[in-house]
């Protein structure tokens, strides 16, 4: 596996953008906004996170030799489709399993990312 993770992160990210915002101009046509929630959150976690990691991934590169680099990387990539997923299903049917699985791994992958940048950043700069 590739440490480019600020590459893979930004990637994402540009592909997420540009989801939500197919999405949002498809709900505006449609007059049809059930699912903006879901649209909200494409953008949100899957664009503005996902970008905000691969930034800050290439601004400090130590991160991405971290030893949970890949694991957090991951987690949070496999997290994202699994959320918003899961999230539509609660917006149109109810069923909220999904949507909790989903938040919990973006969650744990969020207190990972925080690991790493105290580890990386805070601590090994205030030494």
Do not use: C
């Not at 498809?26 to 930034?55: E, K, Q, W, Y």
């Amino acid at each position: 596996m590739t440490k480019r993770f600020d590459v893979l992160y930004i990637t994402l990210g540009a592909l997420y953008l540009l989801a939500g915002m197919i999405m949002g101009l498809v709900m505006g046509v449609r007059h049809d906004f059930t699912l903006a929630p879901v649209h909200a959150h494409f953008n949100l976690i899957g664009f503005v996170a996902n970008s905000a990691f691969g930034l800050t991934h290439r601004a400090w590169p130590k991160l991405r030799d971290s030893s949970v680099a890949g694991a957090q990387f991951w987690i949070f990539v496999l997290g994202t489709p699994l959320y918003l997923l899961g999230l539509a299903m609660a917006v149109l049917y109810g069923h909220i399993g999904l949507v909790a699985l989903g938040s919990i791994i973006l969650i744990v992958g969020a207190l990972i990312w925080f690991i790493m940048v105290w580890r990386n950043l805070f601590v090994s700069e205030s030494a």
